[in-house]
């Protein structure tokens, strides 16, 4: 089906689905990333991130499938409109970081929604460019 629909939302879905059940974790990670990254973005965001939580736990990710969650609903409960704005930086932000970089990425920016939605979400842009590069210097 991806041969025949590789942007298709609805294979992805199932495909991730499918290696979250097969327990291939990484590789349903993939699918529900390249779902956040689609233009237009999925009907349903918050359906994707959930897959992409037990896509994590699959892969032994527990601590940032939990970061992930607990930042997705305080985006939900405390920003409002500029939720779906971090939905869409989330994949972009965490590509390439270690498992421990991404969890202190999401807790961080789940600190600073006290000062914002805004402040957040400038907190996951930054930290995802900046992190990267402080390993490559290291």
């Known amino acids: 089906a991806t041969y025949i629909a590789p942007s298709d939302p609805d294979v992805l879905a199932a495909l991730g689905k499918s290696n979250i059940e097969l327990g291939n974790g990484d590789r349903a990670l993939f699918a529900y990333d390249t779902m956040l990254?689609?233009?237009?973005?999925?009907?349903r965001p918050a359906l994707v991130h959930l897959g992409r939580a037990r896509a994590l736990l699959a892969?032994?990710?527990k601590a940032g499938a939990k970061a992930a969650?607990?930042?997705?609903?305080?985006f939900a409960s405390r920003a409002?409109?500029?939720?779906a704005?971090?939905?869409a930086v989330i994949p972009e932000a965490l590509a390439g970081l270690?498992?421990?970089?991404?969890?202190?990425?999401?807790t961080r920016a789940h600190e600073f929604l006290e000062r914002g939605g805004g402040a957040a979400l400038h907190i996951l842009?930054?930290?995802g460019?900046?992190?990267?590069?402080?390993?490559?210097l290291l």
């Not at 990254?37 to 009907?43: G, I």
């Open 37 to 43: 990254l689609m233009t237009p973005p999925p009907r």
């Open 59 to 61: 892969a032994g990710k």
């Open 69 to 74: 969650l607990a930042l997705a609903g305080a």
């Open 80 to 83: 409002g409109g500029i939720a």
């Open 85 to 87: 704005d971090a939905w």
């Open 98 to 106: 270690s498992t421990a970089d991404a969890t202190r990425l999401l």
């Open 125 to 127: 842009i930054a930290g």
């Open 129 to 136: 460019e900046i992190l990267p590069a402080k390993r490559a």
